[in-house]
Structure formats: structure tokens, C-alpha cells
């Protein structure tokens, strides 16, 4: 028989929520076994839609969009030590584009069994609802999500101490 989750993917858009994400998907995937993936969408379509609108103008969009890549390096590397942290192989992926449009595709790319999100943020208005871009990746992907809360019971678990 299969196990219920052999490959878990952990979505990292740099917030605190994703962080405590990542610590539990590490610690799910380490006791049970499971292939673990985290990815970080870098969110060029809102970036567009900041240029159309002329939040940004384009020379400003290059900087920031130089800003994002590096962000999203930067928090795969600490996903990176993390899971080493905990002798817990992961892989990594950055992409780009709508971020539950590129979720949606990996799940299916990936053959990806659980999808490991953070704690969603509180709807404000119907428009932030329409936008929230990992709520409408938990609401369109094919496999079963986990959405982590209690950031100081993992944090525990994990053995991080610096809440």
C-alpha cells in the first residue's frame, strides 16, 4: 500500500505564516518519509498590473522585479538550512508568473500529494479575497492542503527559540 503523502510541496512567499509552514513541512516530512519540495512564486503578474495601472513605471518595475528574485533566493536558501537543520533532503524551485496559476501547474507537474500552505490572512474586503493568490491555490489544487497554524507550538517543535 502507498503512503497517504510520498511527495509534499511547501509554498514560501517570505511571510512569518510561510516560515512556520516551512518548519512543519520539514518536520512532516522527516517522520514520515515523504519527498519534499518548496517553491517560491515570484508574483509577476501583480508586478504587471502595477506598471498598466502606473503604480510603477517600467524602469522602477525592472528594480523591484530584481528585488523579488532576490528575495525569493534568499528564502529558498534559508528554507535550504533549514531542512538541513533537521538532515531533511528538499528541493527547491522558483518560479514565475500568477502564483496560484504556478501552483496549480506544479502540483500536477510534480505528481504533488499535499500541498503545505500558512496560515491565510484575514479577508479584509471581497476585492483582498479575489487576490489572495495561495487561498485560490487551496481552492483550485487536486491534492489535499495543510494549512499550518500555531506558529509557537512549531516553532516548539522545530526548536526554534527565538519567539
Not at 22 to 40: H, V
Not at 75 to 95: E, G, P, Q, Y
Amino acid at each position: 500500500m502507498a503512503a497517504p503523502v510520498e511527495r509534499m510541496m511547501v509554498y514560501i512567499d517570505g511571510t512569518e505564516e510561510s516560515l512556520t509552514a516551512t518548519e512543519f513541512a520539514i518536520l512532516l516530512a522527516k517522520s514520515s518519509g515523504a519527498e519534499l519540495i518548496a517553491c517560491y512564486v515570484v508574483n509577476t503578474r501583480a508586478l504587471g498590473e502595477l506598471v498598466r495601472t502606473r503604480i510603477f513605471l517600467e524602469s522602477e518595475e525592472k528594480e523591484y522585479s530584481r528585488d523579488l528574485e532576490a528575495d525569493a533566493d534568499r528564502h529558498l536558501n534559508h528554507a535550504l538550512r533549514m531542512a538541513a537543520s533537521r538532515d531533511v533532503a528538499i528541493r527547491t524551485m522558483k518560479r514565475e508568473g500568477s502564483v496560484h496559476q504556478e501552483l496549480l501547474k506544479i502540483v500536477d507537474e510534480e505528481e504533488i500529494d499535499l500541498l503545505v500552505l500558512g496560515e491565510l490572512a484575514h479577508v479584509r474586503s471581497r476585492r483582498d479575497e479575489f487576490y489572495n493568490e495561495a487561498e485560490r491555490a487551496m481552492r483550485s489544487v487536486r491534492c489535499s492542503v495543510l494549512i499550518v497554524k500555531d506558529e509557537e507550538r512549531v516553532a516548539s517543535l522545530f526548536g526554534r527559540i527565538d519567539l
